[in-house]
Nanobody, 128 residues
């Protein structure tokens, strides 16, 4: 019953910035930890960032650490991914994901198998 819809993707030049949004609807009480993943053609879906239910803990993949920032606004049922200093290697379809079960305010899983709901994805293309 939870729907996640990503937006904000597009084409940018290397070094540019984008802000992705993921709006949740439905039974939002079932969306606790929220994560961002990405998948490029021919590659497995990889972890990007996750934020805990209360927003107090965030974890980033080493490849994006220092460049990406994840945040959430529970009042708006929205999670964001601010991306800066974008590189061609960041080109991928970006997906947001939500975890149903509550495992504590600071729980922040990093594996796709730990999530229950997924958005449709938004394309991010970084040109050189």
């Amino acid at each position: 019953q939870v729907q996640l819809v990503e937006s904000g993707g597009g084409l940018v030049q290397a070094g540019g910035s984008l802000r992705l949004s993921c709006a949740a609807s439905g039974r939002t009480f079932a969306s606790h930890a929220m994560g961002w993943f990405r998948q490029a053609p021919g590659k497995e879906r990889e972890f990007v960032a996750v934020i805990s239910w209360n927003g107090g803990r965030s974890i980033y993949a080493n490849s994006v650490k220092g460049r990406f920032t994840i945040s959430r606004d529970n009042a708006k049922n929205t999670v964001y991914l601010e991306m800066s200093s974008l590189k061609p290697e960041d080109t991928a379809v970006y997906y947001c994901a939500g975890e149903v079960d509550y495992n504590g305010p600071n729980y922040a899983p990093t594996s796709p198998s730990q999530y229950d709901y997924w958005g449709q994805g938004t394309q991010v293309t970084v040109s050189s």
